[in-house]
């Protein structure tokens, strides 16, 4: 049984800094791709950031440059730590895994941004 653990969110000010982390319980965890995507309410779930086995990174235009996608594959743990953030990063950010047909997804974690 594949879980996915987040956390890290919470409530930040404009400018302010969250680190994300996504704790896995799956074996040889540094060969799979995994990715960052976020959700706001009546929204479809958008992809933030992903890292593959190979540590080859994508970001959404969105975040470049204030964003980083890292991984711990000795700890099987991802991370998304979230620079500069501003009100409209607001919204529940979810750690992914695909693996063959089927996609593993936590349980989400809320980021509010907000003075």
């Known amino acids: 049984q594949v879980q996915l653990v987040e956390s890290g969110g919470g409530l930040v000010q404009p400018g302010g800094s969250l680190r994300l982390s996504c704790a896995t319980s799956?074996?040889?965890?540094?060969?799979?791709?995994m990715a960052w995507y976020r959700q706001v309410p009546g929204k479809q779930r958008e992809l933030v950031a992903s890292?593959?086995?190979?540590?080859?990174?994508n970001y959404a235009d969105s975040v470049k440059g204030r964003f980083t996608i890292s991984r711990d594959n000795a700890k099987s743990t991802m991370y998304l730590q979230m620079n500069n953030l501003k009100p409209e990063d607001t919204a529940v950010y979810y750690c992914?895994?695909?693996?063959?047909?089927?996609?593993?997804w936590g349980q989400g974690t809320q980021v509010t941004v907000s003075s």
């Open positions: 799956i074996s040889m965890f540094g060969i799979y791709r």
């Open positions: 890292i593959a086995g190979g540590q080859i990174e």
């Open positions: 992914n895994l695909p693996i063959g047909i089927r996609d593993y």
